[in-house]
Nanobody, 127 residues
Framework: QVQLVESGGGLVQAGESLRLSCAVSGSNFRSYSVAWFRQAPGKEREFVAAIKANDGDRSYYGDSVKGRFTISRDKAKNTVSLQMNSLKPEDTAVYLC???????????????????WGQGTQVTVSS
């Protein structure tokens, strides 16, 4: 089992960038697939990006962030980062990271596929 702690959220203006980090504590970090989701008030939790373990750390993205966000894993630091560029007001949400050792590729975008979650970090983008 692992524990996840997110950091890096904040208030930025539209067009600016932020980098979120998800620190993963526990053993077998490399065997976990890690994803980022986000949730805005009154909206459903939305898939943002995932990095798939045991698949060459292949990355996957939600349609609304493709070309703007990049997910990456730092195996030396046990972290998964989310680089967010060209931010828009509609990116405003609480961003949560999630981890799973068993999630299959076709389920990466489903929040129910993940058993371990962080507490979230707030990202606010002003227009």
């Amino acid at each position: 089992q692992v524990q996840l702690v997110e950091s890096g959220g904040g208030l930025v203006q539209a067009g600016e960038s932020l980098r979120l980090s998800c620190a993963v504590s526990g053993s077998n970090f490399r065997s976990y697939s890690v994803a980022w989701f986000r949730q805005a008030p009154g909206k459903e939790r939305e898939f943002v990006a995932a990095i798939k373990a045991n698949d060459g750390d292949r990355s996957y993205y939600g349609d609304s962030v493709k070309g703007r966000f990049t997910i990456s894993r730092d195996k030396a630091k046990n972290t998964v980062s989310l680089q967010m560029n060209s931010l828009k007001p509609e990116d405003t949400a609480v961003y949560l990271c999630a981890a799973s050792r068993t999630v299959i590729t076709s389920a990466l975008a489903r929040s129910t596929a993940y058993s371990t979650w962080g507490q979230g970090t707030q990202v606010t983008v002003s227009s």
